[in-house]
């Protein structure tokens, strides 16, 4: 009797009535069958001649099916020829054998399995086949996958910790080098955004794909631009500071997500999975980590997710610290500048004035008489001078008292339109280029330090004066503040001038927006050119309690408005 008529007879694939005289081989298949294993037998031709209950139930397929060689059509496709290959060579050397691959159980799911199987001999030592055991190790590969991963992974967070830190004086640098170390780790597309200085836009400073055809064309299709924070996934993720996962991408609704300018990009390059990480450093947001992989990636997990996190932990803190790196040289080569202008600035009345000394000594050396018209000359140069030098010593002070916050003040209830007007008439008389308009009520008091708000009152319309042209109308208002009339009056200087240039705008009231007409000269020899005259302006008024803002009205010029509470600081 054959081995598929010896199953079928009796109780059919599976036991043996009671009172049948039971053979070795149908007491193996009995025992068989009650195994918690899957088990196995195949004869010389290696076509497969028993599989055991727990095998037939774990495939949900009948015996008939998986006899001969139809148990392979259960093996994954990616693993059927490696598996059948093993089986094959074991056979032909007679030896034991052991193989992994994935099964597909009955409910459609592959599950990895342990194949063993031990050649089998006639008491004769003829060859007669193989019995086997398999065994369901998908979780111990899943333990031993993840454990990889996770080594594999802490190594690259170590390797990019030491990378970010070898590269944190170029900041342009640090950024390409973090989008691609997370491309290498994590996905196939990266982009870095950080916050702007005002806090409202995000400029996308590194892109990285590792395909350089795809980067090439991303370069073309996708305009440099700024993102607003708040606006679009990233935007969103740097507003809220939270984390963004999306496993599977619509590529409609992605579209709808993104800016119009980024939809050739999006449309042309499918993306699969995105993941978007707020970059956080000393408490703060300074920005976003974008990360996406194609249609041929795994969609991101929550494991990916804390990875991505991990690794922007770093990165934060490098960019940051690059930042402030660069800050820092920025701040040296502004200081290094500003020394170099002091320096000039105060060389040029003090040669004027050891000049014209120097001329009228040799004057009265020669003929020991006094040329008193020429004497008067020399004598008025030397005194504009000397107020030149003065107001740039004044100034130098000024600046180091406010580095130190040392600039103390001595408020006093004070009328500001007696200061404000006084001021105007000043300049009316030295900046006789220009006009002068001054609409005041007759008094506003004020609780203020006179000599500062003097002080700032003066550097603002000095400034108007150095950035208009001659025959430039300049206008100074003085009033309550409306609607808190009791509590707050308003100092408004407008001018019709060159205006200040776009870029310097967000940085008016810093040391480093120095801004030069070369062809303006000094009225009366009052201004110093250091460009200090409206970031001193700026601390006087802070320290009063109030704030300085400067408007660009659509028809030219620069509009100075300083609001101070009238109680005090």
């Not at 014209?356 to 504009?384: G, V």
């Not at 006009?435 to 002080?455: I, K, Y």
Request: aromatic share 6%; charged share 25%.
């Amino acid at each position: 009797m054959g081995e598929a008529e010896a199953l079928a007879d009796g109780a059919g694939a599976h036991g043996t009535p009671a009172g049948e005289t039971v053979t070795g081989e149908a007491r193996f298949r009995a025992l068989a069958d009650a195994a918690p294993v899957m088990m196995w037998t195949a004869g010389p031709d290696q076509g497969c001649t028993f599989l055991n209950r727990s095998w037939l139930e774990f495939t949900g397929r009948t015996l008939e099916e998986e006899l001969g060689h139809g148990w392979a059509s259960g093996v994954h496709p990616e693993d059927r020829q490696r598996c059948l290959a093993t089986y094959a060579i074991a056979f032909e050397a007679r030896e034991p054998f052991a193989t992994e691959y994935r099964l597909r159980r009955a409910d459609g799911e592959y599950r990895w399995i342990l194949d063993r199987g031990r050649p089998l001999y006639e008491p004769s030592g003829a060859f007669s086949g193989y019995v086997g055991t398999c065994t369901d190790i998908t979780e111990r590969i899943e333990t031993e996958s993840r454990l990889r991963r996770q080594t594999a992974r802490l190594q690259a967070l170590a390797d990019a910790s030491q990378a970010f830190a070898a590269a944190h004086h170029d900041l342009p640098a640090l950024l390409t080098m973090v989008a691609r170390r997370i491309c290498e780790a994590i996905g196939e597309y990266a982009t870095i955004s950080l916050v702007s200085d005002d806090g409202e836009w995000l400029d996308v400073l590194a892109n990285y794909h590792r395909d350089p055809e795809v980067m090439a064309a991303y370069d073309s299709l996708q305009p440099t631009s700024r993102l607003r924070v708040g606006e679009g996934i990233t935007g969103h993720a740097v507003q809220t500071g939270q984390p963004v996962r999306l496993r599977a991408v619509d590529p409609g609704a992605l579209r709808d997500l993104v800016r119009p300018q980024h939809r050739p990009f999006v449309e042309r390059f499918t993306i699969h999975s995105l993941m978007c990480q707020p970059l956080r450093a000393q408490g703060q947001v300074i920005g976003a980590i974008t990360v996406a992989r194609g249609a041929q990636g795994q969609p991101y997990s929550e494991d990916d997710q804390a990875f991505l996190s991990d690794l922007t932990d770093r990165a934060a803190l490098s960019i940051a610290n690059a930042r402030l790196y660069q800050q820092a040289q920025q701040a040296l080569r502004a200081r290094e500048e500003f020394f170099a202008i002091a320096a000039h600035e105060l060389r040029t009345p003090v040669t004027s004035i050891r000049g014209f000394t120097q001329l009228e000594l040799r004057r009265w050396q020669r003929t020991e008489t006094l040329d008193l018209p020429r004497a008067r000359h020399a004598l008025e140069t030397i005194d504009r001078q000397s107020r030149r030098l003065v107001a740039l010593v004044s100034r130098l002070f000024d600046i180091a008292r406010l580095e130190q916050g040392r600039l103390a003040l001595e408020p006093a209830e004070t009328n500001l339109v007696g200061i404000v007007a006084d001021v105007v008439q000043g300049m009316r008389s030295t900046a006789t280029a220009h006009s002068f308009s001054l609409q005041a009520p007759p008094a506003l008091a004020a609780r203020v330090d006179a000599m500062r708000f003097e002080q700032v009152v003066t550097n603002l319309l000095d400034n108007a004066v150095k950035f208009s042209p001659d025959g430039g109308a300049i206008e100074v208002s003085l009033e309550p503040l409306e609607p808190l009339e009791a509590t707050s009056v308003r100092l408004t200087v407008r001018d019709h001038g060159v205006g200040v240039p776009l870029e310097h705008r967000q940085r008016l009231f810093e040391r480093q927006a120095r801004l030069e007409r070369e062809d303006a000269e000094p009225a009366g020899g009052s201004r110093s050119g250091l460009g200090l005259g409206l970031v001193i302006s700026r601390q006087i008024v802070e320290q009063h309690g109030g704030r300085i803002e400067a408007e660009f009205p659509e028809d030219g010029g620069t509009r100075i408005v300083v609001s101070l509470p009238r109680g005090g600081p």
